[in-house]
């Protein structure tokens, strides 16, 4: 296959500078397709990836939401499954209704062929059925149970600059065979006047029409979905594009397609996406507070009591990585947000929306 950074400089030597969004678009879309990214030999380590708990935890939150719900035939959906394993984690808490098995189908969203195939290994033995679709638009009508576990990361955004001008759109051009930032001249009068100069503005399109989908999906069929990521609660002004490669920052433009590309998600613009679609949005909540109210430290403790001192000293590890605070943890870098149909007014482990957020 022809290097990616060859397509690009032709493209924009054709066609001129493109934007950050088509860029991340088609960055992702050559990176996700011919590798697993996951793991200690790939670019990024997951929540699932690190402890058992973590999926298995969110499976005791599907199962009561669905309890709650009257425990109907359901949707059980994933966007961007990895290699599969928080669904497996998941699915396995959940014979603890041994109804659910015969209620639920299993969707998988995934573009990925490299990482379906990962996701069919993974699943095998489960006993579920389970579907595989490119966009969640494909998944058929009915009450749905969602988990989104670093997905929204990884769509791509717009960006914009402030100028003396106005916000202008950044561009990715060429200056000679090197692939460089830059900005369009003219602004995006919409978007009014920056407040400072050099001030980033990220505009998360992708992102908002999928949450519109998902919105309009649990307002017609009910349900819930369970957003987990790293971002904060906006608006913020900031350029949080990054990439990754074997675990390391790395210059976005360096290798395209190569690096995983990743911005950082504004829950408060999902949260308005899912409420204008007539949702209800349930958080914020760090993903430790998240993890603790839903008893990860009793399910720690479980698997302590049966594990060699080796496995008790991994088990700790884990359960300290996934709810740390600080640079080195994900317990309040990584966030969760819940969406449901309006009809839904409480979740496991997360507090109600306040009105004026
Ligand atoms: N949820 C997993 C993997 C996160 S990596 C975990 O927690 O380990 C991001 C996942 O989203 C990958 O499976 C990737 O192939 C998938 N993905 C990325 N962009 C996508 C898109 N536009 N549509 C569907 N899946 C996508």
Known sequence: MKPLRDTLRETIALEGPITVERYMSLCLRHYYATRDPLGSAGDFTTAPEI???????IGLWMLEVWNGMGRPACRLIELGPGRGTLMADLLRST?????FKGSATVHLVETSPALREKQQTALASSGFSFHWHDRIE????????LVANEFFDAL??????????????????????????????EPEPVLGRPLKPGDVLEWPGAAIDVMGGIARRLTRDTGAALVLDYGYWGPAFGDTLQALKGHKPVDPLEEPGEADLTTH??????????????????????????LRALG?????SALKARATPAQAADIDRA??????????GMGDLFK??????????????????????
Not at 138 to 145: E, I, M, Q, R
């Open 51 to 57: 402890s058992q708990m973590f999926g298995e935890l």
């Open 95 to 99: 014979r603890l209704l041994p109804d």
């Open 138 to 145: 494909d998944v058929p009508s009915g009450p749905t149970l």
């Open 156 to 185: 791509p955004v717009r960006q914009f600059v402030g100028t003396g001008r106005g916000w202008c759109e950044r561009l990715v051009g060429l200056e000679g065979e090197h692939l460089i930032f830059g900005l369009r001249p």
């Open 265 to 290: 998600v504004d829950f408060h613009r999902l949260a308005q996406a899912a409420v204008s679609g007539n949702a209800r949005a349930h958080g914020l909540s760090s993903q430790g507070d998240f």
């Open 296 to 300: 990860i430290d009793t399910r720690a």
């Open 319 to 328: 359960l300290e990585r996934l709810t740390e605070r600080g640079p080195t």
């Open 336 to 357: 969760v947000l819940a969406v449901t149909h309006d009809g839904i007014d409480a979740v496991p482990g997360l507090p109600a929306l306040s009105p004026s957020s």
